[in-house]
């Protein structure tokens, strides 16, 4: 089992940003956040391998939020970071983070991964 702790939501005003946090008890091997709003489908937005510490070279980052948001992961204390700059009003969302421990590409399909964390709410307003 893998337990999955966020940090780091809250409400900011369009074009500033946001750090999301989510630390892992123990090793995973593809970690990633997920977005889900009201009325609408769960979105990928950024996957990273977690098995090791190789920066940011293999990060998967959604087309909607390429050029303002960053996925970082920092294996020392088994946590992945969501970076969200130049926010706008339709990145409010509900972020969720996910893991798996399984080999496979680290992909930002919701079916690739079986833990996730409780959400954190990210609200942006004009």
């Known amino acids: 089992q893998v337990q999955l702790v966020e940090s780091g939501g809250g409400s900011v005003q369009a074009g500033g940003s946001l750090r999301l946090s989510c630390a892992a008890s123990r090793f995973t091997l593809c970690m990633a956040w997920f977005r889900q709003a009201p009325g609408k489908e769960r979105e990928g937005v950024a996957s990273?391998?977690?098995?090791?510490?190789?920066?940011?070279?293999?990060?998967y980052i959604a087309d909607s939020v390429k050029g303002r948001f960053t996925i970082s992961h920092d294996g020392a204390k088994k946590t992945v970071y969501l970076q969200m700059n130049s926010l706008k009003p339709e990145d409010s969302a509900m972020y969720y983070c996910a893991a798996v421990v399984s080999l496979g590409v680290c992909t930002l399909l919701s079916g690739r991964y079986n833990y996730w964390g409780q959400g954190t709410q990210v609200t942006v307003s004009s």
């Open positions: 990273i391998v977690s098995g090791v510490d190789i920066g940011t070279s293999r990060a």
